[in-house]
């Protein structure tokens, strides 16, 4: 396996699926930031009609924690994203692939953890996915990854 981090020319080719990645990316963002913000300012998670029963009994104790990761992470990371896809950044392939996986692990947890799945849940563990398959096929592509 091989791995060049940043490509000779510093930007990176953009394929037409990199437009399907930083699109749903851009559907991510919009949607986790409201959430987020709304975690942050009421912890209990009242304001958006989840039990604090459910959240008490892991380990974060209140939404606050996952609050933060959602508004930084999947809400302004994932706008980051769209912008470095635009401009063609050497970037842009590493942070789809970084987000990706973190969308599934933040999914995965949430599957674990909450006593309840929500339909939501399903689309964004797809989204994530969606993201790994890009990064993967992009950073092959560009020949920033070599796995075969």
Not at 110 to 121: D, G, S
């Amino acid at each position: 396996m091989q791995v060049e981090v940043i490509p000779a020319a510093g930007r990176v080719d953009r394929p037409w699926y990199a437009w399907v990645g930083a699109i749903a990316a851009a559907f991510t963002g919009i949607l986790a930031i409201p959430v987020g913000l709304m975690f942050v300012t009421d912890p209990t998670g009242a304001s958006i009609g989840l039990p604090g029963g459910w959240i008490e009994v892991t380990p974060f104790g209140s939404y606050l924690v996952p609050g933060l990761y959602l508004l930084l992470v999947n809400g302004l990371g994932m706008l980051v994203l769209v912008g470095l896809v635009g401009l063609r950044h050497w970037a842009a392939p590493w942070l789809t692939a970084i987000l990706g996986v973190g969308l599934i692990i933040w999914i995965a947890v949430q599957l674990a953890m909450m006593p309840e799945t929500m339909f939501l849940q399903w689309i964004f563990l797809a989204v994530g996915l969606l993201l790994g398959f890009v990064a993967l096929f992009w950073l092959r592509r560009t020949g920033q990854l070599r796995l075969w």
